[in-house]
């Protein structure tokens, strides 16, 4: 069993059919419902200039099973150059629109400077910790947030910088344990 399946296992994620808002005012009641879900899934491990990864596929199709499984539209890639990386995801982008719930995930090789994370295509060359020969998180939630997602809810926003914050911290968090 793969790291993504025993995390899936251990944390029992659910089946959310909507989600329940705690509302500002007490005589609010807001309950968000997908207008659709769609998922992204990128994964890299036949590396020509670094080393191979075993299992990045196999995590690949068992997060696409388990978002399948909560009615998710999925689209798994697997070993992208960087190029093809970025116009995947400018293109992922034009299925999210309000309502819309969506997952990005990535695995394969990374790094992190400074606190920023960069994501390395299969072309990637073997001295890749550099900025032009990978993908910056930060183009990639520029991309999602800006020209693509609009949750302006009084209670739900997602240019929020908690929100922001939140998103890096599972890009991080990822590459940590990888």
Known sequence: MGRLSQI???DEIEKPESVRMSPARPVLDVTLRAADKVALIMSNCSYAHLPELITPHCDAQTLADALQKMNYKTVTLADLTLDEMRYFIREYRKLIGNGVYAVFYFV???FEVNGQCYLLGV?????????QHSLSMDWVCHIFIVFSIDLRHENASLHSPFCLRLFKYHCVRVFAHK
């Open 123 to 131: 072309d990637a060359p073997a001295d890749a910790h550099q900025p």
């Open 8 to 10: 899936l296992a251990e």
């Open 108 to 110: 394969g090789h990374g």
